[in-house]
T-cell receptor, first 114, second 112 residues
Framework: DVKVTQSSRYLVKRTGEKVFLECVQDMDHENMFWYRQDPGLGLRLIYF???????EKGDIPEGYSVSREKKERFSLILESASTNQTSMYLC?????????????FGDGTRLSIL | GDSVTQMEGPVTLSEEAFLTINCTYT??????LFWYVQYPGEGLQLLLKATKADDKGSNKGFEATYRKETTSFHLEKGSVQVSDSAVYFC???????????FGGGTRLMVKP
C-alpha cells in the first residue's frame, strides 16, 4: 500500500511565523499535491509538483510556497503565517499524470495560527 | 473551469436505510470521476471511480454510475451501517495532468 506521511497531525503557530509542513511518500510517485480543506469548500489545490525541483501554482497559492528537493518529499511553506491560514492541510501523491490514477492522501495536518 | 456540486449535508440516516448522495459536474472533455471518503481524524481514501460514460464504480456496497447525459455521478448504498458515518467527496480529474476538482463534501451520520 502507498503510504503518504505528513510530519505533524496538529500544529499551533503564531501570526508572522514561517511555517513548514512536510510530506513524504514511499512509492516513488512522480506527482505530489498540497490542498487545504475548509468546511463547505471541499479541498482546494494550493501547489503541485510533477517532478523534482518542479512546482506549479494551484488555485490558491497566495501566501504559500513549496519545495521539492527530493522525489519523495514535498514541503509546503507559509512564508508569514496569518490567521486566515488556519485550516486542515492535506498532501497527496499519484504515480503519474494519467487521469484515471487516484490520488493517495496523508492523514492531514490541522494547523492553527494564533 | 471544471466544477463539482454535491448535495449539502449533513445527511442523517438510520442503520439499514438507503443512501443517495447527489453529485453533478461541469467539465470539458471526458473527465474521470471519483468518490473519496474521509473518516473522522483521517485523510481521504478512494472509495470508487469511473473513467468513462456508463461505467459503474463499486466498493464496500457503494455504487455510482457515470452519467454523461445528465453530468452526474450519484453515490448510492442499499443499506448503510454506523461505520459508514464519514464525509464523502465527489471529484473529477481532468485529462491534462490528473488535477482533481472536488465538491464541497457531504457529511453522513448513521444512527443505530
Amino acid at each position: 500500500d502507498v503510504k503518504v506521511t505528513q510530519s505533524s497531525r496538529y500544529l499551533v503557530k503564531r501570526t508572522g511565523e514561517k511555517v513548514f509542513l512536510e510530506c513524504v511518500q514511499d512509492m516513488d510517485h512522480e506527482n505530489m499535491f498540497w490542498y487545504r480543506q475548509d468546511p463547505g469548500l471541499g479541498l482546494r489545490l494550493i501547489y503541485f509538483s510533477y517532478d523534482v525541483k518542479m512546482k506549479e501554482k494551484g488555485d490558491i497559492p497566495e501566501g504559500y510556497s513549496v519545495s521539492r528537493e527530493k522525489k519523495e518529499r514535498f514541503s509546503l511553506i507559509l512564508e508569514s503565517a496569518s490567521t486566515n491560514q488556519t485550516s486542515m492541510y492535506l498532501c497527496a501523491s499519484t504515480f503519474d499524470r494519467a487521469s484515471n490514477q487516484p490520488q493517495h492522501f496523508g492523514d492531514g495536518t490541522r494547523l492553527s495560527i494564533l | 473551469g471544471d466544477s463539482v456540486t454535491q448535495m449539502e449535508g449533513p445527511v442523517t440516516l438510520s442503520e439499514e436505510a438507503f443512501l443517495t448522495i447527489n453529485c453533478t459536474y461541469t467539465a470539458t472533455g471526458y473527465p474521470s470521476l471519483f468518490w473519496y471518503v474521509q473518516y473522522p481524524g483521517e485523510g481521504l481514501q478512494l472509495l470508487l471511480k469511473a473513467t468513462k460514460a456508463d461505467d459503474k464504480g463499486s466498493n464496500k456496497g457503494f455504487e455510482a454510475t457515470y452519467r454523461k447525459e445528465t453530468t452526474s455521478f450519484h453515490l448510492e448504498k442499499g443499506s448503510v451501517q454506523v461505520s459508514d458515518s464519514a464525509v464523502y467527496f465527489c471529484a473529477l480529474s481532468d485529462n491534462a495532468g490528473n488535477m482533481l476538482t472536488f465538491g464541497g463534501g457531504t457529511r453522513l451520520m448513521v444512527k443505530p
